[in-house]
Structures are given as C-alpha cells and as structure tokens.
C-alpha cells in the first residue's frame, strides 16, 4: 500500500531526513520509534504533505499512486490519514460540522452525494458507539478547551468516521494519562482491518504494550537504523536510544 | 508544490467569474437626464406623484446640500465623484405601478428568479417571507401585502407610503436621520427614489420576515433608497434587505438612508446582507455604498439590533447606530464585514446612551483577504441622563494573507459615571495550522477557509433569520474564493 523508496527530505537547507526506505502492506502496523529531533514527524507531516520540507530525492508511491504529487487534501480524500500530534484548534465550528464537511468532502471526491445533517448524526453515533465513546466533544469547537486525552480521542473518533487506508499516527500518545492512553489505544486497536495500514510513531515503548505492531523501525539522525519484530521495541525500552544516536555521530 | 500551484491556477480561474449577480436585465428604462438640480429634483417629485410638502422637503435637503462638502475622515480612498454625471431616476418603463405580478414586465421576474428571490407568492417560503422588490429607483413588486394589511401592518414602496399615509411619513420621516445629518444623508434627502416602509400596529408580533431586495441595474445610476421603519408600542418586527448589481467596469453610487422608530416595549431586527458588486481583482469597478442607518429606541424598553454580513461593494461607508433615549432600552449591533481583492470597509456603529439604564452590544467581526482594507469605526456616547447605562464592545479582525489591513477605531466618551462601558479587540491570522489541519481532513484550500471564516463569525451569524442564515454562510466562501494560495 505504502512504499517510501530513499526518501530525503531538506527543511530550511538541512537535510532531516537522509534516506528513508519503508514498506507497508494493508492489514499491517508498522510502528517508528526514535529520539527527539530524529525526524519522526517530518515523515508524518511529508506523508500528509504539509508545506515547509523540500523532498530532495526519493519516492513515495501510495496505493500505486505518487503520493508526492498530490495536495494534502487530494491525499486525504485517497485515504491517507494524520492523527495529528497537536491537534489544531478552530474556534466556532463544531466538531459535528468540521468532520461532516470533511466526509461529505470525501464523497464529492469518490463521486457520491453528499449526506445531510441527519444521515451524518447517525453515521457518527454509530461509529462512537462502536468505539465505546460518545459523540459529546463533536458539539464542542473543534479542539478548542479539550484536555490532551479529549484531543487525541477526537482525532481516533474522526478516523473511524473517515475510514482510511492509511492512518499516521503521530505521537499519539503524547500527554496522555495511563487512563487516556488505554481508552485510545483500545479505539485505534478497534480500528485495525485487513484492508488498513497503520504508521503508528512514537518516542515511548508503552504505546506499543497497548498496541501491538507487526514491525518496528527505529529511526535516528533521519534514517531508518533498524527494524525488527515487536520485541525491538522492548529492547529500546531496556537500552535506550544511545547505541543508535553514537553510531551516526 | 506542483500541486498546490494547480490549486491557485483553478482558484484564480473562478474568482473571475466569482460574482454570479453580475449579469445585466434587459429592460426598457426610463431616465432622467444625467445631474443634479432643481429641475431634477422636481422631474423625480413629479413622477413620483409626489404631495407639494414633499417636493418642498427635498428642495430644502437639496439646498442644504448645495452648502456641504463630501467627508474625507474615512479611511478609504477613491477618485472624486461627478454628481452631475449621474442619473438620479431609472425605472423600467411601464404604464402603471402594476397592481398584480401579471403586469409586472416579464424580463423584470426573470431577473428576481434568477437572482433567487421569487416574487410569486406561492413559490415564496410558505408565507414567512414577505419581498419589496426594488429595481433601480422604483418598486416592482410587493408580496403578501394585503394578508399583511388584514392584521394592520403597513408593508408598501415608500414613494406609496408618501401618497398614501401623509401623516405617518410626515411625522417620521428625517426625525431619526435629519436632512442635513451628513452629506450623503442631505443627498439621498433631495432625490431618494425608492425604499420600503413598515408599519407594525400597536401589539402586533409580524408573523412574517419582511424583505426587501435591492437591484441596481441601469448604467451610471445612483441608487438612493430610503426605508422607514416603525414599530408601534408593544409590537415586534424583523426585516431583512438583500442587495445586488451588474459588474460593471465603472463604479455606481449607491447612497441609502434607513430610518427605524421602536416606541414603549417594541423591537425591530434589521438584517442586512449586502453583496453589492465590489469591483473586479484590480479594484476596477463596483458600487460605493455610502449609506445612513439609524435607529431610534424612542420607547422604555424598546429595543433595535442591526445585524449585518458586508461582502460587497467596492467601498462601504457605514454605521448602522442607535439612540438609546427611552429608559431600559436596548441597541445591538452585530456586524460581518469582509473585504477581499481591492475591496475597502470603514464601517462600525453608534450607539448613544441618553436614557436611563440603556444598554448596548457591539460585535464587529472584520475579515480582510487580498489588498483589502478593513477598518471599524465605532462610537459609544453616554449621555450625563443615561444613568446606570452599560455597553460591550468586541472587536475581532481575521487577517488573510499578508497584504491586506485591518484596523480598529473606537471612540468612547462617557459623561455619566455610573456608566460601564467594555471593549474588547483581537487581531488574528488564519495559520497556517489551521488549514493544515482542515485540508489533511480532506478540505480543499478555499473551502478550509470558508469554514474557518464561518467559525471566527459565528456569533454575528446566529443573529440572523434563520432563512437567510444558510444564505449568508454560503456568501462567505464565495466572496473569499481566490483569497488563498
């Protein structure tokens, strides 16, 4: 589904990422663990094409498509989708409104009518109940006010509502309580499908005891140092990120 | 990025042809000679089957006008206007005012189709909605005017009014806007074509919107319409007034006065949702729209909002105000404004406390996209009688891109010290974040923005009838199409 083949990537002229090769198949959670500063959420922000990093060389093929090509919001409505690290706050429209939008912008793109007010109340109840929340926070502004655990459930709330093909999960995990964490991780779990990729990137090893990824790759100095099975993450945990931060220095 | 260079190409393709009322009706006219005199001003009189007390009223605005000069304190530039290089009086050329849409001139109900304002009674919505429509200088049509008559309320063109009820217009008529307010006011005193007129009975509750829908049409017109309001103690009313031109390559004046009277416990709600054709990219084009509104709460306990979404006009010169004279009375202003391209706005409100325990609102949300300039101008006067009198003012502009301006003047005087008066201001910038965010969700460029400027509007927005609402949302995107990229 998702190839990225000797991907470099430049902000401001410095190169943070120094040849990135990853593949991953539908069905499969792949998990990025690294240092601060390693170039984790660059990938994220390139993968969902955020302006401000030039791509100097490589390739990144989505679903046979070049992903590179297409404006973030052609990206999103072919099925890619960043849980953002820090969800962005925009005041005065409710989250009901922001994400009906964005799956009516979503049918527009697959040729499909639009579904109204009352269609789209039902199609989210649905999907909240399935992940054990409920709709509340998408009366709310977008954002606005939430507590860390509120963001992040919203993020994963909107992902089950949209549907993707290929969910980046970027730091996901960041400022929540052990408690927060769990009723998260339990909803991203829900939401892995044999037809669904998952970029799930972290800096903690605890995220990966909730979810359980098929591989894991380690990436420091902008590359891709190691990658094993999910027993790598637990070596981390013991050893650290030193041995891979001095090798590339 | 290729890809986002595509999306501006395509942005900039239809913000060309973004202004879809900008098409022009083919109807036979009738003008009056280009400027301004005696003579035209009694020719207007005339046609208009005018009383001689009338004509006399003009004459004096028209004298008084001789003797003033045009203001420069706004913030807006533009070349100086010629009046004697306009037509004050354009009408479709018919026999009679027609007494049923059967007569009205079929290319003239075209035009209000197309423009989405359905004349015909039973395409209107299901009765809510009553429609003036005034086309160039005069009236063409009236709506559900006699089911409104049955309960007493008085809903005709004013020039009708005039003939009709002498003595209600005589009474009120430049009582809240005196001739010589300003030097727009005195001009639209002088030569006022059309506009509507309202009068809600004692108690009455209008059970019906009422509208009325402006159409400049005819080339190197001015459009001077004039609307009297008046609520009767106890009775409530809300009014709503669209307005569109053809795009054409010079500007066209428009310069209205609105007059409202809310006497003991009555309420009047004046939307406005003003689209005038604003000029193309370069600023070429476009109607000045130099208008007077003023509401007087002469009652106890009357009260009068001005709600207002300004996505039009090359430049606005606006500040729909209130007098707080009765005791306990209420004045709102709840104001959108957006300039986009070339566009300017020196618009805002007055609100002047003269009653005891008087109370005002403002909320002024300015949006500015392109080379725009948007400016608020608000007063806040409380009087030494206005005992106990309070105001809340907030300010907010939105900045898109980095070429636009938005700029804030209040003035404050207060003359009692009971009073209590608040302002609060922001200035912000749609981030680069925010449209980060919406886009990964699958938002385009444009309809990111729409959505964001919708949201920063809101509480303006919730004030308006709820049949032009999803209008005015709408109106929002559209006007900030091409202020991205």
């Given at each position: 589904?998702?190839?990225?083949d000797?991907?470099?990537?430049?902000v401001d002229g410095v190169e943070?990422l120094?040849?990135?090769d990853l593949?991953i198949d539908?069905?499969?959670?792949?998990?990025?663990?690294?240092p601060?500063?390693?170039?984790?959420?660059?990938?994220?922000h390139?993968?969902?094409?955020?302006?401000?990093?030039?791509?100097?060389?490589?390739?990144?093929?989505?679903r046979g498509r070049?992903?590179?090509d297409?404006?973030?919001?052609?990206?999103?409505?072919n099925?890619?989708?960043?849980?953002f690290q820090y969800?962005?706050?925009?005041?005065?429209?409710?989250g009901m409104?922001?994400?009906?939008?964005?799956?009516?912008?979503?049918?527009a793109?697959?040729?499909?009518g639009?579904v109204?007010?009352?269609q789209?109340?039902k199609l989210v109840?649905?999907?909240?109940?399935?992940?054990g929340?409920?709709?509340?926070i998408?009366k709310?502004?977008?954002?606005v006010g939430f507590?860390g655990?509120?963001k992040?459930?919203?993020?994963?709330?909107q992902?089950?509502?949209?549907?993707?093909?290929?969910?980046?999960?970027d730091?996901?995990?960041?400022?929540?309580d052990?408690?927060a964490l769990?009723?998260?991780?339990?909803?991203?779990?829900r939401?892995r499908?044999?037809e669904?990729?998952?970029l799930?990137i972290t800096?903690?090893?605890?995220?990966?005891?909730?979810?359980?990824?098929?591989?894991?790759?380690?990436?420091?100095n902008?590359k891709?140092?190691?990658s094993?099975?999910?027993e790598?993450?637990l070596?981390l945990?013991?050893?650290?990120?030193?041995?891979y931060?001095?090798?590339?220095? | 990025?290729?890809?986002?260079?595509?999306?501006?190409?395509?942005v900039?393709a239809?913000?060309?042809e973004?202004?879809?009322?900008?098409?022009?009706?083919?109807?036979?006219?009738?003008?009056?000679?280009k400027?301004?005199?005696?003579d035209?001003i009694?020719?207007?009189?005339?046609?208009k089957?005018?009383?001689?007390w009338?004509?006399?009223w003009?004459?004096?605005?028209?004298?008084?006008w001789l003797?003033?000069?045009?203001p420069?304190?706004?913030?807006?530039?533009?070349?100086?206007?010629?009046?004697?290089?306009l037509?004050?009086?354009?009408?479709?050329r018919?026999r009679e005012?027609?007494?049923?849409l059967?007569?009205?001139d079929?290319e003239?109900l075209?035009?209000?189709?197309?423009?989405g304002?359905?004349?015909r009674?039973?395409e209107l919505?299901?009765g809510?909605?009553a429609v003036?429509?005034?086309?160039?200088?005069?009236?063409?049509?009236t709506?559900y005017?006699?089911?409104?008559?049955?309960?007493?309320?008085?809903?005709?063109?004013i020039s009708e009014?005039?003939?009709?009820?002498p003595?209600?217009?005589?009474?009120?008529?430049?009582?809240?806007v005196?001739?010589?307010?300003?030097?727009f006011?005195?001009?639209?005193?002088a030569?006022?074509?059309?506009?509507?007129?309202?009068?809600v009975?004692?108690?009455?509750?209008?059970?019906?919107e009422?509208?009325t829908y402006?159409r400049i049409n005819?080339?190197?017109?001015?459009?001077?319409?004039?609307t009297l309001?008046?609520a009767?103690e106890?009775?409530?009313?809300?009014?709503l007034?669209?307005?569109?031109a053809?795009q054409r390559d010079?500007?066209?004046?428009?310069a209205?006065?609105?007059?409202?009277?809310a006497?003991?416990d009555?309420?009047?709600k004046?939307?406005?949702?003003q689209?005038?054709?604003p000029?193309?990219e370069?600023?070429?084009g476009?109607i000045?729209?130099?208008?007077t509104?003023?509401?007087?709460?002469r009652?106890?306990?009357?009260?009068?909002?001005?709600t207002?979404?300004e996505?039009?006009?090359?430049i606005?010169?606006k500040y729909?105000?209130?007098?707080?004279?009765?005791?306990?009375?209420?004045?709102?202003?709840?104001s959108?404004?957006?300039?986009?391209?070339a566009?300017?706005?020196?618009t805002?409100?007055?609100?002047?406390?003269?009653?005891?325990?008087?109370?005002s609102?403002?909320?002024?949300?300015?949006?500015?996209?392109?080379?725009?300039?948007?400016?608020?101008?608000?007063?806040v006067?409380i009087?030494?009688?206005?005992?106990?009198?309070?105001n809340?003012?907030?300010?907010?502009?939105?900045l898109?891109?980095?070429r636009?301006?938005?700029h804030?003047?209040?003035?404050?005087e207060s003359?009692?010290?009971?009073?209590?008066?608040e302002?609060?201001a922001?200035?912000?910038?749609?981030?680069?974040?925010q449209?980060?965010?919406?886009m990964?969700?699958?938002?385009s460029a444009?309809?990111?923005?729409g959505?964001?400027?919708?949201?920063?509007?809101k509480?303006?927005?919730?004030?308006?009838p709820?049949?032009?609402?999803?209008?005015a949302q709408?109106l929002?995107?559209?006007?900030l199409?091409?202020?991205?990229?």
């Amino acid at each position: 589904m998702l190839k990225i083949d000797s991907l470099h990537a430049e902000v401001d002229g410095v190169e943070v990422l120094q040849g990135i090769d990853l593949e991953i198949d539908a069905g499969e959670v792949h998990a990025i663990m690294g240092p601060n500063g390693s170039g984790k959420s660059t990938l994220a922000h390139i993968l969902a094409g955020r302006e401000g990093y030039e791509v100097t060389h490589g390739s990144i093929s989505f679903r046979g498509r070049d992903l590179l090509d297409m404006s973030p919001d052609e990206r999103a409505n072919n099925g890619v989708f960043l849980a953002f690290q820090y969800p962005v706050e925009i005041p005065g429209v409710t989250g009901m409104t922001f994400l009906k939008e964005a799956y009516n912008a979503r049918r527009a793109h697959a040729g499909e009518g639009e579904v109204d007010a009352m269609q789209f109340l039902k199609l989210v109840r649905a999907r909240a109940r399935e992940l054990g929340m409920n709709d509340d926070i998408l009366k709310r502004a977008v954002n606005v006010g939430f507590s860390g655990g509120e963001k992040k459930r919203n993020e994963v709330l909107q992902m089950a509502v949209l549907e993707p093909a290929l969910a980046v999960l970027d730091e996901t995990d960041s400022g929540l309580d052990i408690d927060a964490l769990k009723v998260v991780s339990d909803s991203v779990n829900r939401l892995r499908t044999p037809e669904r990729a998952m970029l799930v990137i972290t800096h903690y090893q605890r995220l990966l005891n909730h979810i359980s990824p098929d591989r894991v790759h380690v990436l420091a100095n902008g590359k891709i140092r190691r990658s094993g099975g999910r027993e790598l993450a637990l070596e981390l945990e013991a050893n650290g990120y030193a041995a891979y931060t001095e090798r590339a220095a | 990025m290729s890809a986002t260079a595509e999306t501006v190409e395509q942005v900039a393709a239809q913000a060309a042809e973004r202004y879809k009322y900008g098409f022009v009706s083919d109807v036979e006219t009738e003008l009056a000679p280009k400027g301004l005199s005696e003579d035209i001003i009694r020719f207007i009189s005339l046609r208009k089957e005018e009383p001689e007390w009338m004509l006399e009223w003009r004459l004096k605005a028209y004298r008084h006008w001789l003797t003033m000069s045009e203001p420069t304190w706004a913030k807006v530039g533009y070349p100086s206007i010629d009046y004697q290089d306009l037509h004050y009086y354009a009408a479709p050329r018919t026999r009679e005012r027609p007494n049923s849409l059967e007569e009205v001139d079929p290319e003239l109900l075209r035009t209000y189709e197309k423009l989405g304002i359905p004349l015909r009674e039973q395409e209107l919505l299901a009765g809510v909605v009553a429609v003036d429509a005034v086309f160039d200088s005069v009236s063409v049509a009236t709506t559900y005017k006699a089911k409104l008559a049955e309960m007493g309320v008085v809903f005709c063109p004013i020039s009708e009014a005039i003939r009709d009820y002498p003595e209600l217009v005589r009474k009120h008529l430049g009582s809240v806007v005196p001739q010589g307010d300003n030097y727009f006011s005195a001009l639209n005193s002088a030569v006022f074509t059309d506009g509507s007129f309202v009068y809600v009975p004692k108690g009455l509750r209008c059970p019906m919107e009422l509208s009325t829908y402006f159409r400049i049409n005819a080339e190197n017109t001015g459009q001077f319409e004039r609307t009297l309001i008046i609520a009767d103690e106890g009775s409530y009313v809300s009014y709503l007034e669209g307005c569109t031109a053809p795009q054409r390559d010079e500007n066209q004046l428009h310069a209205a006065v609105v007059e409202l009277v809310a006497l003991d416990d009555a309420e009047i709600k004046y939307s406005t949702v003003q689209n005038w054709y604003p000029g193309d990219e370069n600023g070429k084009g476009g109607i000045y729209n130099f208008v007077t509104k003023r509401g007087a709460c002469r009652g106890r306990n009357s009260r009068i909002s001005w709600t207002q979404v300004e996505t039009g006009s090359a430049i606005t010169w606006k500040y729909p105000s209130c007098l707080l004279i009765g005791d306990n009375s209420v004045g709102a202003f709840y104001s959108v404004a957006i300039t986009n391209n070339a566009q300017q706005a020196d618009t805002g409100t007055k609100m002047i406390h003269l009653g005891r325990n008087t109370r005002s609102t403002i909320i002024s949300k300015g949006i500015s996209a392109g080379r725009a300039d948007n400016t608020y101008r608000g007063l806040v006067k409380i009087m030494p009688g206005a005992q106990g009198a309070r105001n809340f003012t907030q300010c907010d502009s939105l900045l898109i891109g980095n070429r636009c301006g938005a700029h804030t003047v209040p003035y404050i005087e207060s003359r009692n010290p009971s009073a209590w008066v608040e302002h609060e201001a922001t200035t912000s910038k749609i981030s680069e974040d925010q449209m980060f965010y919406c886009m990964q969700r699958g938002l385009s460029a444009e309809d990111a923005v729409g959505l964001i400027v919708n949201g920063f509007c809101k509480e303006v927005m919730k004030e308006l009838p709820m049949e032009f609402a999803v209008e005015a949302q709408k109106l929002i995107g559209i006007s900030l199409e091409g202020s991205v990229g």
